[in-house]
């Protein structure tokens, strides 16, 4: 019974080129977040997918950042152009179809260093 | 705009005392509160949580207390134990997101 899946578990970039993370959530589960955690900081909320539907990106930076949970295969976030300020642990939640207690399941997280 | 605080950045206990760590909220949308625990490298791990009904939940050694007319929560932890040292977010849930304190370190001493 896997958790919930995040690869890779540390990716450098360099300024400018892209970066992409990705999130297997847990069996039976169709709801996904993605939460970031900037050093000595808690978790911001960033967005909330469905399987093909954007639920609430109000997190979301306006520019270079973008979401998406496929039909098929894992979720992915696009950092596009990453500058310094994108280096943080980005992390992923999965919670099933019909959950009582508002209770999410986190990965591992992704640690994104930006040279 | 911080909805939900930790004012407290860490917490010394003496192992078998209690551990109290306390959060407070500004967001009266909010219809549940939990507590997640998370060690270095890791991801959050839930704890317990409750229902904006509610002012008491227990789970063993873990109660969350809720006190809506002073938008203050609580995680009573007894009797404390080293393998609880780590850091406790709490957060609110709202229409799916959860919105998270800046968190307590928590250091239980043999």
């Known amino acids: 019974n896997a958790g919930v899946m995040q690869n890779p578990r540390h990716l450098v970039r360099r300024r400018g080129q892209e970066a992409r993370l990705r999130c297997s959530p847990m069996?039976?589960?169709?709801?996904v977040y993605w939460y970031r955690q900037l050093p000595e900081e808690g978790l911001k909320f960033m967005v909330y997918?469905?399987?093909?539907?954007?639920?609430?990106e109000s997190g979301m930076p306006k520019e270079r950042f973008s979401a998406e949970f496929p039909k098929e295969g894992p979720s992915i976030l696009r950092i596009q152009q990453v500058v310094r300020g994108d280096s943080a642990a980005y992390f992923c939640?999965?919670?099933?179809?019909?959950?009582?207690?508002?209770?999410?399941?986190f990965g591992p997280g992704t640690r994104l260093t930006v040279l | 705009d911080q909805q939900v605080k930790q004012n407290s950045p860490s917490l010394s206990v003496q192992e078998g005392r209690i551990s109290i760590l306390n959060c407070d909220y500004t967001?009266?949308?909010?219809?549940?509160f939990l507590w997640y625990k998370k060690y270095p490298a890791e991801g959050p791990t839930f704890l317990i949580s409750?229902?904006?009904?509610?002012d008491k939940n227990e789970d063993g050694r873990f109660t969350v207390f809720l006190n809506k007319s002073a938008k203050h929560l609580s995680l009573h932890i007894v009797p404390s134990q080293p393998g609880d040292s780590a850091v406790y977010f709490c957060a609110g849930a709202s229409r799916g997101k959860l919105i998270f304190g800046q968190g307590t370190e928590l250091s239980v001493k043999p």
């Open positions: 939640a999965s919670s099933p179809e019909r959950y009582v207690r508002n209770e999410q399941f």
């Open positions: 069996k039976g589960h169709s709801h």
């Open positions: 967001n009266s949308m909010f219809d549940y």
């Open positions: 997918l469905q399987k093909e539907n954007i639920i609430d």
């Open positions: 409750i229902s904006s009904i509610k």
